[in-house]
C-alpha cells in the first residue's frame, strides 16, 4: 500500500485524519493521538472553527512540524483575492504555524472569476504561506479549465467512496500529476454495513472501515482522510494501510458505485459542469 505519493516534488502521506466537526479539546486530542500513532497529514478548514485547536494537538504531538502535511481551506466567501490572502494569514496565526502544506478553494463560486483566486492562492503560496495549491469540489469540466489558468494547481479534494465513482476526476489527476483527496472516505460510516464489504473484511481479519480505506489508498493519486474523533478508531484507521486488496476485491467493490452523493449545499457546482 503506498504511503506516500509525490506531487511538484513534494511528498503527500497518502492517509490523512479529517476534523470536520471536532471542536475544543476534542479536536486538540484527536490530532495529537492520531500524530502520535504515525499519521502524518491532517485535513482541517477554516470553516470547520477548529483551527486553533489542530495547531494545539500538532505542537502537543511529539513530531516535528516538517514532518506534517497540514490542510487547511479558504471558504467560498472569502474567494476574493484580498480574502484569500487576509483569510489564510489569520488561518496561520490560528494553527500556529508559519505556513501550511496545502491550501484549498474550499468550494467554487461564480461571485469571483476562478482565475482571481487561483492567482491568490499561487501569490500566497510564492510568499511561502502555503507548498502546495489546489482546489476541492472541483467538478471535472471546471478543473480542467482550472489546470489551464494554474497549472500548478496540487489536489482536488472531492467526495469519493465506493457508493460514488470519481473517474473522469481520477483521470485528469493521472493526466496531471496532480492528486485526488477522497472525502467522506468511509460513507460517514455506511461502509459498515455493506455485506459485500463486510465479506471482504473477514477475508483479511479486517473491518468493513479499513476495507473501505484500503480501496481508497490501492489507487494510483489517491489520498483519503477518514474523520474520527474516537481513539480506538483513529488506531484502527491508520492500520488499513496494512492491507492489500487483491484484484477481484477491488472489482467487486468498484461494482457497488451507484452515484451516492452525500455532501451536496445549495451553493454547490452543477457537477457535471
Ligand atoms: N472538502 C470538503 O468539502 C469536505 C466535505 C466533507 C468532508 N471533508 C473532510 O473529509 C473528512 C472525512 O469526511 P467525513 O467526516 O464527512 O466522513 P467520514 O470520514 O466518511 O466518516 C466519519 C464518521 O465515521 C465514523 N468513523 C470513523 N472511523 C470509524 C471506524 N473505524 N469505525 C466506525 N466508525 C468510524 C466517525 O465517528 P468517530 O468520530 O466516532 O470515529 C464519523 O462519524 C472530514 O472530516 C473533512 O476533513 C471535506
Known sequence: MPRSLSVHGVPVPTLGLG???LKGDDATAAVRHALDIGYR???TAQIYGNEAEVGRGIAAADVPRDEV???TKVWHES???EDVKRTTDESLRRLGTDYVD???MHWPTDDVPLAETLGALAEVRDAGKTRLIGV???PPGMMRR??????TLANNQVEYHPYLGQEPLLEIARESGTFLTAYRPIANGNVMDDATIQEIAEAHDATPVQI???WLLGQDRVSAIPKSGTRSHIAANFQALEITLSDDERAAIDALERGQRMVDPDFAPDWNA
Not at 482550472?146 to 497549472?151: D, G, M, R
Open 69 to 71: 502535511f497540514l490542510t
Open 212 to 214: 473501505a480505506i484500503a
Open 79 to 81: 474567494l476574493a483575492p
Open 136 to 138: 476541492s469540489n472541483t
Open 146 to 151: 482550472a489546470l489551464e489558468i494554474e497549472p
Open 19 to 21: 476534523t470536520w466537526k
Open 41 to 43: 497529514h491532517i485535513d
Open 102 to 104: 496545502l491550501l484549498l
